[in-house]
């Protein structure tokens, strides 16, 4: 008699957390939202899962897929795709769902844009050489905590001794001041995340020498930052309409004209 009521009580237990799981714990197979990539200077340093941020890998940070699950991550105005790997938390930014690895971000285009809309579905677990695989373990859900970096350096201390002409580094010379809001520009990215700025910077100085302009957006009541990189200012409507061809030959495809004193 005792075995039966053990038997019955074990049965209704299971049954019971099964749908406590269920209940309190769905399942995410779509989801639609922002994404955006890792910052360069992150590589090297620990994810939440303990392992350390390669910018070279297919990975991605979420805020709740355990650990190892594979998702497939796709561009809404491009249809560019990507498979990667969740080993870390986050992205924490009010309607941004995903974070990419680097080269991910290279897959679909996103290092130019800084961010984009995106639908993540959740895909088998099957080996590849790409995505990597999750291990048995990696398979069970991972309580949900934010994203963590080690403050340590993660180069060895015998790098640092190193001369300067052996490293792999650049250097170079930032100027930042003030613009009159006058004249037209050409919108061409929006960026959130600060961290991203040098990059797009870097490779618009060399196309548009001395015509590149931020404008910084400051939503204090979600303490968020909107940055929108542009060209300009150009004296007349016509001239940026222009600058805005030829954009799009070089492949800034999404860019507008802003009239700058409506910034």
């Known amino acids: 008699m005792r075995r039966t009521l053990f038997a019955i009580s074990s049965v209704f237990l299971v049954c019971f957390s099964w749908l406590l799981f269920n209940a309190f714990i769905p399942s995410l197979t779509e989801e639609f939202g922002k994404a955006n990539y890792y910052s360069d200077s992150l590589h090297g340093r620990k994810t939440s899962s303990g392992?350390?941020?390669?910018?070279?890998?297919?990975t991605c940070a979420h805020k709740s897929l355990p650990f190892g699950a594979r998702v497939k991550v796709t561009r809404l105005d491009n249809k560019k795709s990507v498979i990667v790997r969740v080993n870390d938390r986050g992205p924490f930014k009010e309607g941004y769902v995903i974070e990419l690895s680097r080269r991910a971000a290279e897959v679909v285009d996103l290092v130019r844009d800084g961010s984009a809309s995106v639908r993540v579905e959740v895909v088998p677990n099957v080996?590849?050489?790409?995505?990597?695989?999750?291990?048995?373990?990696?398979?069970?859900?991972?309580?949900?905590?934010?994203?963590?970096?080690?403050?340590?350096?993660?180069?060895?201390?015998?790098?640092?001794?190193?001369?300067?002409?052996?490293?792999?580094?650049?250097?170079?010379?930032?100027?930042?001041?003030?613009?009159?809001?006058?004249?037209?520009?050409?919108?061409l990215s929006t960026l959130y995340d600060a961290d991203n700025l040098l990059p797009?910077?870097?490779?618009?100085?060399?196309?548009?020498?001395?015509?590149?302009?931020?404008?910084?957006?400051?939503?204090?009541?979600?303490?968020?930052?909107?940055?929108?990189?542009m060209i300009g200012p150009f004296a007349d409507e016509q001239t940026a309409k222009t600058q805005q061809k030829l954009a799009v030959k070089r492949g800034y495809k999404q860019g507008f004209v802003v009239d700058l004193s409506e910034i």
């Open 51 to 58: 392992e350390k941020y390669d910018k070279n890998e297919l």
């Open 127 to 187: 080996d590849t050489k790409t995505a990597g695989t999750a291990s048995a373990s990696a398979a069970k859900l991972s309580m949900v905590r934010p994203v963590q970096y080690s403050t340590t350096d993660p180069q060895p201390s015998s790098a640092k001794a190193t001369s300067g002409n052996d490293k792999n580094t650049e250097l170079y010379k930032v100027g930042m001041k003030k613009s009159a809001k006058s004249g037209y520009g050409v919108q």
């Open 200 to 229: 797009i910077i870097t490779k618009l100085q060399q196309q548009w020498p001395e015509k590149v302009l931020v404008s910084v957006e400051r939503d204090a009541a979600n303490d968020l930052s909107a940055y929108r990189v």
